[in-house]
């Protein structure tokens, strides 16, 4: 059963001087209480895209009169979590022609929690067959997503799939044929996720506003007696105490991409001084669900064997061939699904990333 330890000055007060057990070994009860979850990105659906029809008329008629034969340009849209929790949808219905800044494009229409889709549009008679993203831009995107999760700057679910699209257009006499590719890139962590039975939690004054909070990172401490102390990312002393993981409320269900996204950040964060793991090296999780009465608890701990989390990447790919008439069907727009490589295609930062990229048939 859930255990909430009743309020008092004494407690209040006693997170000041707040002292983590002397003893590192048992900080709670591993038993499993409940079926164990696979965590990742991809773990339930793999991500959907979703291209609207006017963007991509935007992108053809710009092309178009630019005159390039290869235009870089960019779509704009917005990810979110589906209401089954078990996946994401990337919506893109947006463009922006981008402006030149040091000789490169740069998006001039940005707004904050967008999806930012670099795009390439090719006006060509023939079908090519070129890369969607060469060797840099991969190690580009690998550093990106590094320094994302390992930074203190606020962590969005939006900024772990690194998209990009490849358009080939061919005019016809009353339409015009499109050859679209994907590639995106995201971390590559799976996660166990084991029910546990509940730890006690101590309630403190804020404890009803941080529960009420969401979209926030936040920390799991202990005191003394091996009970929880819950922070916010934002604490200073989520940084120098001992950390035995994070809670989270806003969310439905554990095996929401959320909690994924935040677990990497308790694992890569380099702000983190002093993480406690168990002996077979995992980390709680307190989900504060709305589904629930009471929270859940959960102990979590990279799926993958070899001592220390490593940060991998996964590549992920889709085409797909679209024609467009002169007088639009209403139809708005088509959906595109990514779908996984090959699980030998995780990449890691050392890997040779030309032996591990096959193309897709």
Same mark, same amino acid.
């Given at each position: 059963?859930?255990?909430?330890?009743?309020?008092?000055?004494?407690?209040?007060?006693?997170?000041?001087?707040?002292?983590?057990?002397?003893?590192?070994?048992?900080?709670?009860?591993?038993?499993?209480?409940?079926?164990?979850?696979?965590?990742?990105?991809?773990?339930?659906?793999?991500?959907?895209?979703?291209?609207?029809?006017?963007?991509?008329?935007?992108?053809?008629?710009?092309?178009?009169?630019?005159?390039?034969?290869?235009?870089?340009?960019?779509l704009?849209?917005?990810?979110?979590?589906?209401?089954?929790?078990?996946?994401?949808?990337?919506?893109?219905?947006?463009?922006?022609?981008?402006?030149?800044?040091?000789?490169?494009?740069?998006?001039?229409?940005?707004? %904050?929690? @967008? $999806?930012?889709v670099?795009?390439? /549009?090719?006006?060509?008679? +023939?079908?090519?067959?070129? #890369?969607?993203? =060469?060797?840099?831009?991969?190690?580009?995107c690998?550093?990106?997503?590094?320094?994302?999760?390992?930074?203190?700057?606020?962590?969005?679910?939006?900024?772990?799939?690194?998209?990009?699209?490849?358009?080939?257009?061919?005019?016809?006499?009353?339409?015009?044929?499109?050859?679209?590719?994907?590639?995106?890139?995201?971390?590559a962590? %799976?996660? @166990? $996720?084991?029910?546990?039975?509940? /730890?006690?939690?101590?309630? +403190?004054?804020?404890?009803? #506003?941080?529960? =009420?909070?969401?979209?926030?990172?936040?920390?799991?401490?202990?005191?003394?007696?091996?009970?929880?102390?819950?922070?916010?990312?934002?604490?200073?002393?989520?940084?120098?105490?001992?950390?035995?993981?994070?809670?989270?409320?806003?969310?439905?269900?554990?095996?929401?991409?959320?909690?994924?996204?935040?677990?990497?950040?308790f694992?890569?964060?380099?702000?983190?001084?002093?993480?406690?793991?168990?002996?077979?090296?995992?980390?709680?999780?307190?989900?504060?669900? =709305?589904?629930?009465?009471?929270?859940?608890?959960?102990?979590?701990?990279?799926?993958?064997?070899?001592?220390?989390?490593?940060?991998d990447?996964?590549?992920?790919?889709?085409?797909?061939?679209?024609?467009?008439?002169?007088?639009?069907?209403?139809?708005?727009?088509?959906?595109?699904?990514?779908?996984?490589?090959?699980?030998?295609?995780?990449?890691?930062?050392?890997?040779?990333i030309?032996?591990?990229?096959?193309?897709?048939?």
């Amino acid at each position: 059963d859930f255990l909430l330890f009743p309020t008092s000055r004494r407690s209040v007060g006693s997170l000041a001087q707040l002292a983590f057990p002397k003893s590192r070994l048992a900080l709670w009860d591993s038993s499993a209480a409940g079926e164990k979850l696979r965590l990742q990105l991809c773990s339930h659906r793999k991500p959907r895209l979703v291209l609207l029809e006017k963007a991509l008329r935007l992108a053809q008629r710009h092309a178009r009169h630019s005159n390039k034969p290869r235009l870089h340009c960019f779509l704009l849209g917005s990810l979110s979590v589906n209401e089954d929790e078990d996946g994401v949808t990337v919506t893109l219905d947006r463009f922006d022609p981008g402006r030149d800044q040091a000789g490169t494009a740069a998006p001039s229409a940005l707004l %904050p929690g @967008d $999806v930012l889709v670099p795009c390439v /549009v090719v006006q060509s008679e +023939t079908p090519q067959d070129a #890369a969607v993203q =060469s060797e840099a831009e991969l190690h580009h995107c690998f550093k990106a997503l590094q320094q994302l999760v390992s930074s203190r700057q606020t962590l969005d679910l939006s900024q772990l799939l690194k998209v990009k699209v490849h358009v080939v257009c061919r005019q016809q006499a009353d339409a015009a044929a499109f050859s679209l590719s994907w590639s995106a890139v995201c971390p590559a962590v %799976p996660l @166990d $996720v084991q029910p546990v039975r509940a /730890v006690p939690i101590i309630p +403190t004054a804020l404890l009803r #506003a941080l529960t =009420s909070v969401d979209g926030v990172l936040k920390f799991l401490t202990m005191d003394q007696s091996r009970k929880l102390v819950l922070l916010l990312e934002s604490d200073p002393k989520a940084s120098s105490l001992p950390l035995v993981g994070l809670w989270l409320s806003g969310v439905i269900h554990a095996y929401n991409p959320q909690v994924w996204a935040w677990s990497l950040r308790f694992m890569f964060g380099s702000a983190l001084q002093d993480r406690v793991l168990s002996e077979l090296g995992c980390f709680l999780l307190v989900v504060f669900g =709305s589904a629930h009465r009471t929270p859940q608890f959960f102990q979590c701990r990279d799926s993958r064997p070899g001592p220390g989390a490593q940060l991998d990447f996964q590549l992920l790919t889709a085409s797909q061939a679209a024609t467009l008439y002169q007088v639009t069907t209403g139809s708005g727009f088509w959906a595109w699904r990514v779908e996984v490589l090959a699980q030998n295609d995780v990449i890691s930062m050392e890997g040779n990333i030309l032996s591990k990229i096959t193309t897709r048939q």
